[in-house]
């Protein structure tokens, strides 16, 4: 069996260069525009850091903030060199001060980040928002380790701008498999019957599970070293944000957010200084306005891993 790329296979998204060109007309540069109706649904190819005081004011309703971690990585054209703690903080402080104003009273924000930096960026988000919890979500790849503990997890802090703010729990409980039915006079209680199985809908925890990290077999796997599942910020979106609210990414990579609040009728504003990546952002929400299929999510509910293999709008991508 053959995984190369152009195997059937393979659904890794490309470039062409016909492609390249034409998303690159779609994609917009500074100076921009003062109005956030002019600015929405847009990818802006540039410095994230330069751009943030000439952002429109309090225009986010929830921003997503997947900064490098500290750790030695490209990022197409870019490279992060790791850093001590010390100083990965005093990084992570100087450019977030500077995106505060972009925000409304009432956002959320959720910012990434793994072992290494989550100490850190815990300290300097306790000092500007309000810190709600820290989700842990299992990357179920990774290399296993010799004289260590396999790294296998990442951390997403969850924080508000104020005690004003916007968490839809329905929107995000999660249907696991019962292992032992529970029953009150034959009747289920607290879980559904199906052909299928028994299943139970619980209240999304901090401990995510649940999540497939995009591989060459998924419709929205690309190239990017450090892709998030769209399952992933699908529930970052249904949880903290409204439909026609605007999303805020401004280390957009490949575009998974932008492809996943088209999907989820949000507007999003995407900053990202590859100018490939933003051209392959700009071909996911191209194909995000017809294919809106969300792998492990179905019919307004998601799925833990290995149970979706039959409420699925695409059985070719949203089984796990």
Same mark, same amino acid.
């Given at each position: 069996m053959?995984?190369?790329?152009?195997?059937?296979?393979?659904?890794?998204?490309?470039?062409?260069?016909? +492609?390249?060109?034409?998303?690159l007309e779609r994609v917009k540069r500074p100076p921009l525009p003062d109005s956030v109706s002019s600015l929405a649904d847009s990818i802006v190819h540039g410095d994230s850091f330069a751009l943030f005081p000439r952002l429109p004011r309090a225009f986010a309703d929830l921003a997503i903030l997947d900064p490098p971690y500290n750790l030695d990585k490209n990022f197409g054209q870019a490279r992060f060199r790791e850093m001590n703690l010390d100083q990965y903080q005093s990084w992570f402080e100087s450019w977030l001060v500077t995106l505060l104003p972009a925000l409304k009273e009432t956002s959320s924000v959720?910012?990434?980040g793994d072992w290494k930096?989550?100490?850190a960026l815990h300290r300097v988000l306790a000092r500007y928002l309000q810190v709600r919890n820290r989700i842990t979500w299992e990357r179920e790849k990774g290399r296993g380790a010799k004289a260590n503990?396999?790294?296998?997890? +990442?951390?997403?802090?969850?924080?508000?701008?104020?005690d004003r703010y916007h968490f839809n729990v329905e929107a995000v409980k999660l249907k696991r498999r019962v292992i032992a039915p529970y029953t009150v006079k034959g009747v289920p209680k607290d879980w559904q019957k199906t052909q299928h199985g028994d299943f139970r809908l619980t209240h999304p925890s901090n401990l995510w599970t649940d999540l497939t990290v995009p591989y060459w077999s998924m419709r929205e796997n690309t190239d990017h070293p450090t892709q998030k599942p769209e399952k992933l910020m699908a529930k970052l979106i249904l949880a903290s944000s409204r439909p026609g609210e605007v999303v805020f990414d401004p280390f957009l990579g490949s575009g998974t957010t932008a492809a996943v609040a088209t999907k989820l009728d949000r507007r999003f504003i995407g900053i990202e200084m590859d100018e490939t990546f933003c051209c392959l952002a700009a071909k996911r929400v191209q194909l995000a306005k017809t294919e809106t299929a969300i792998q492990g999510y179905s019919q307004g509910t998601f799925w833990e891993r290995n149970t979706l293999q039959f409420q699925t709008r695409d059985k070719a991508s949203d089984h796990e």
């Open positions: 053959s995984f190369e790329r152009g195997s059937p296979l393979n659904r890794t998204l490309d470039l062409t260069e016909a +492609e390249r060109s034409l998303y959720y910012v990434c930096s989550s100490a503990w396999k790294n296998a997890s +990442e951390d997403i802090w969850f924080c508000t701008v104020s």
